[in-house]
């Protein structure tokens, strides 16, 4: 065999063994890894999402269940944790405490030319198998739009991108531990 051939196969005999370590310390990690970048104790193994309160001054009627079905959805998506009704592993409770709209860039008539919805959240994380992951903890999301336009035609957009920020947000808090 040829100098040049001995050498063209030596790389290719790195990238299988590479890919192949690659593989192996990947699946023995312990608690787990996703592709979310979720780190979950390994004894988690269900997780229930209480249905958000809204307690704002200002009562939108669907940002409730919005806010709590993205939070489920996420952690559907996001990790191979099982959905149960009571008795979870991993238990999330939140509040809606703030919800209002401000102006925030004055137009040069002394008018808004831009107004923010602002969106704020308390929650509560209960993990039974790993308690150093509990928090209670605020979080605060907002989106700016026009001042042209009313509240009513951007709000259901607004509040959906404002929730999966929030969402986010709380995943992040919870799994990711950065």
Known sequence: MSKGAKMSKLPRVNIVFVTLLSCVLLFSCKGGYSFTGASINADTKTFQVEMFLNR????????ASELTYAMINKIRSGTNLQEVESDADAYFSGTITNYYVSPVAISSNDQAAKNRLTITIKVTYHNKQDSKSDFVTTFSRYKEYDASLALSNVEEELIREINEELVDDIFTK?????
Do not use: E, R, T
Request: net charge neutral; glycine share 0%; aromatic share 16%.
């Open 56 to 63: 704002a001054s200002i009562v939108q009627p669907i940002l």
């Open 174 to 178: 919870a799994f990711v531990n950065w």
